[in-house]
């Protein structure tokens, strides 16, 4: 006699939930899977808005199409034809109240030829970080080190502050301090490990074999799409306002206590996926017993919160030709980053107005954030004004807060991950944890490492 299929329960229907819910109904045909999601619509951290002229991210807006994992399952769901790529302009950084553009020939704000950076540091500092190559350089391989710390201390503090750390930004919410060189550019880590002399050597060597074609890539339509593919792909019952309160063990398996518009109610789980932010995740793993030590690894792992205040604006406006605008951690305006999105995307350039997105907050500078929604929306519509050099007439705006939603990836993270895997497959048999505080941080991490984990649940089950 077969056994009937698992019941699954996945907390959390962010990008990681859902594939993990896709990647388990291919795994095993027989699942009934319930995805339990506390907001009113599934995504987190993709979410697609409409303003009267079109979708508009509030969250994520891109990929890396050099990496395999989102490309695809973009392609397995179908949706090729639905990718678009940036057009041509590159950021400009904004040091010293003036808008310079991103010099060429760098690598995540690392020089490959300090001669590039004039226009964005002193010349001192330009001077210093040429001197880079012939300072000693010991590099034993395998080495795990921060990203900042390393820059500053080759480069000069000034490349992390005007480069490095504006560049990383966005996608990190964390100063480059407490990332992991490794984790963040694992390519010049292995050409130190291979014995380039120096750092500005490595990224030379990086930068020379870079490969041609987009780096980055979208959806026509919105991450809406994704979602909404993986959630008729997985099959999986996805029970919005559900908000799940603790995981117990029950006989074999667990049953995930569950509070929402009906009350409070629990679901019987065979195998768990806990797919939602560190803070979220810590009272639910300390409370299952048994995952204690796992609970106590990833309460070392920070989070940011920040920030996204959508607009769309008159084209009156003299948006400047670039995708957007990198603000360098010692400037003094309040926002961290502008994409100039109609500028950044050519199929969204054929709105009534420009679409710009304004972002705020970074790791232990996010007091912003204590601001109410219309005081961020007016920080956002003057510095677009400053930027500009007049004052915008907003047809549209929308913010949208993220909380804890970023993990700060720092050095030997990946040695931490590993042992929470090892504590929780030994204490916690049928329950995964995955999302943007495992593999890293990012669409197409999120994507790899929920897949990685649902294969597991599925092994486990047919053992
Ligand atoms: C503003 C912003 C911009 C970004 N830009 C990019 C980008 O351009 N490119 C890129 O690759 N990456 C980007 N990222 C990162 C990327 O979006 C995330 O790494 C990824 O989407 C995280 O997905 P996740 O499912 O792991 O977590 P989340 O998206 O945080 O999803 C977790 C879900 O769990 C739910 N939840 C939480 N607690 C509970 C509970 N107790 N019970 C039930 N449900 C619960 C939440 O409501 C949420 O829906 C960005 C992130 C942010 C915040």
Known sequence: MTRPG??????????????????????????????????????????????????????????????????????????????????????AILTGGRLEPMPTGTLMGLPSDAGTLAGVLDPEDVARAAREPEIPFEWPPGADVSLGDLVAERFGPAVV??????????????????????????????????????????????????????????????????????G????????????????RRDGPGYAVDVTGAGGTRSVGADLVVVAVPVPRALPLLTAIGGAEAAAGSLSGIRTASS????????????????????????????YKAMTFTSRKWPHLDDRPGHLVRV???????????????????????????????????????RVRRWQDSLAEIGPDHDATIAGIRGELAQRV??????????EGVGVPAC?????????????????
């Open 429 to 438: 048999p049928g329950l995964e944890l995955v999302g943007g505080a495992t």
């Open 161 to 230: 502050r005007r480069l490095v750390d504006p560049m990383l930004g966005g996608v990190y919410a964390a100063r480059s301090a407490g990332l992991g060189l490794r984790q963040v550019v694992p390519g010049l880590a292995e050409a130190l490990d291979k014995g380039a002399p120096s750092l500005t050597e490595a990224t030379r060597r990086l930068t020379a074999r870079r490969a041609t074609g987009p780096v980055f890539a979208t959806l026509n339509g919105g991450y809406r799409v994704l979602v909404e593919a993986l």
């Open 359 to 397: 972002s705020f907050g970074r790791l232990d500078d996010d007091e912003v954030l204590d601001s109410g929604d219309e005081a961020l929306t007016r920080m956002a519509v003057a510095g677009l004004a400053d930027v500009c050099g007049s004052d915008p007439i907003v047809m549209h705006s």
């Open 307 to 334: 920030a996204v205040v959508a607009l769309e604006v008159d084209r009156a406006l003299d948006l400047p030709q670039r995708s957007g605008v990198l603000v360098a951690t010692d400037e003094p305006v309040p």
């Open 232 to 247: 008729r792909a997985s099959g999986a019952e996805i029970a919005t306002g559900s908000r799940c309160t603790a995981i």
């Open 447 to 463: 994507i790899g490492s929920a897949r990685a984990a649902a294969r597991r649940l599925a092994a486990q089950w047919q053992d």
């Open 6 to 91: 698992p019941r699954v329960a996945v907390v959390g229907g962010g990008l990681s939930g859902l594939v993990a819910a896709y990647q388990l109904s291919l795994d095993l045909p027989g699942a009934h899977i319930t995805v339990l999601e506390e907001s009113a619509a599934p995504g987190g951290a993709l979410a697609t808005t409409d303003f009267p002229s079109g979708p508009m991210e509030l969250g994520a807006e891109a990929f890396i199409c050099r990496r395999p994992e989102a490309a695809g399952l973009i392609d397995e769901l179908g949706l090729t034809d639905r990718l678009e790529h940036p057009g041509t302009l590159g950021p």
